[in-house]
């Protein structure tokens, strides 16, 4: 995060904004807006026919003619540079600094705040920021925005805050008040505040939370079991990002990603329980009961598991203790890691000319390794995806070629698929197991076996984030950078 993004209440303070352009006026007219008490000093004799007119006609704004002094600042809270001129702006920026009021400017470099482009429902406010990297972008997002929120939202944001004090008495419980004020979001209460109807919505409101104080929160909560894909938030299904945002609690693993975690609702417990070979922060048993334990403590428990929680996930066996204890659930898939991060490395699982089946296999089960009909695997157009093989990766390649499977079969093993520090690396199950070792692949890495690999050459489209900011920084020709992306493409011929 670049910047902290904070609503300042402004009622009543000093605002100072320097400038007479377009600029200038709508800071103004915002700090006004605001409640604020905006004093605009300009170089320009005449108002009348400028872009101030409009900040003229605001009671709480007062506009006087000269350059900006020290002594304009007496009481201020934050301070616009918004002239024509960079150097003007780069003085008014120093002064503010040396007596700590915050200010910004388009113009000045290091300015201590930069404004959004605000979607305004009084007293709702959507504020979109690029920290002052791309104004464009932030405008188009706002554009789409401001479609799809209505005006009558202010109205429903208000009905909620004049209630928030009579369904506070009746709810003490601050979960219980969280539930019941979602419920009420998507119920009639809304669509009558929406409508106009805001009597109607208060009686019916009162008898709802008279009835829900009554009952009470739910005794048993609710798990959502919850694919969370490779890596790529792009890739999580709406219904997924849905319950993470209705999770009172998420219990998480280790291949579930920051960008991923950031989308859970702020305010949720989280409790990882993440697992490497040999080393569990908590076994696969107490996972399961962990969750039926929160769950009858009436919370709604986010199960968040990387990939599709069925594809050698072990969502099934916590689902099994769940349904024996009469817990509710939800299942959610996710894309698992087979089709994402081969999709993302350009390696078609079928294809017509190489591969009509494919099987996923796993290489570290209950007893320990790959213990399948090696022969079986191999055979002519099918596709081997091995998941949790890299720790083996040398002994299972040994006992494929051992048990008739082609040395010269192409091989991709592919880390941390779908994200920006993506690495792929090819070989063949003769010499996989080195190069693996040369590029110090880690892990967790997907290993992808037979001839669609070798369409990796023509079909691979992926280029990481990271990849792409360094290349368009080096067009631009950004002094001073000369470091490379720990993003790769290691493919190694067999």
Known sequence: MEQLPICLNLKGRRVVVAGAGQQAARRACAA???????LVVTCTETIAGNALDEVAEQPGATIRTGTITDAHLDGAILVFAATENPRENDRIC??????????SSDHADGCDFTMPSIIDRSPLLVAISSAGTSPLLVRLIAERLEATIPAAFGRLT?????????????????????????????????????AGDEPRARALLVQQADSYAAKGPPEVGEVYLVGGGPGD????????????????????????????????????????VGKKRNQHALPQEE????????????????????????????????????????????????????????????????????AQACVFVTGHTKTGRLSAEYVNL??????VVIYMGLAYLGELTADFIANGADPTLPVAIIENGTRPNQKVATGTLANI??????????????????SVVSLR???????????????????????????TSKSSDVATSG
Not at 94 to 103: D, S
Not at 166 to 171: C, E, L, V
Not at 460 to 467: E, H, K, R, T
Request: charged share 25%; hydrophobic share 45%; with cysteine.
């Open 158 to 194: 208000r009905f909620l805050g004049d209630a928030r004090e009579a369904i506070a008495k009746r709810m003490p419980d601050r979960r219980a008040r969280r539930h019941f004020l979602e419920t009420l979001v998507d119920g009639t209460v809304a669509d009558l505040v929406l």
């Open 32 to 38: 006004v807006r605001a409640g604020a008490k905006v």
């Open 378 to 383: 191999f055979q002519p157009g099918q596709t």
């Open 233 to 272: 938030p792009d890739l999580l299904t709406f219904r997924a990002l849905r319950l993470m945002q209705r999770a009172d609690v998420v219990v998480y693993d280790r291949l579930i990603g920051s960008a991923i975690m950031e989308l859970v609702r702020p305010n949720a417990e989280r409790i990882y």
């Open 457 to 483: 050459d023509k079909l691979a489209w992926y280029n990481p984030p990271s990849a792409e900011i360094a290349a368009a920084t080096a067009a631009f020709g950004a002094p001073g950078d000369t470091s």
């Open 287 to 354: 996972i399961s009961k962990l969750l039926v334990t929160l769950a009858r403590q009436g919370k709604r428990v986010l199960r968040l598991k990387g990939g599709d929680p069925f594809i050698f996930g072990r969502g099934g066996e916590e689902i099994e203790l769940l349904a024996a204890e009469g817990i509710p659930f939800q299942i959610v898939p996710g894309i698992t890691a087979a089709s994402g991060c081969a999709s993302f490395a350009g390696i078609p699982l079928t294809h017509r000319d190489h």
């Open 94 to 103: 120093r002064i503010a600094r040396t007596r700590g009021i915050l200010v």
């Open 433 to 450: 197991a080195e190069v693996a070792k040369a590029n110090d692949v880690v892990g967790p890495a997907l290993i992808v076996i037979g």
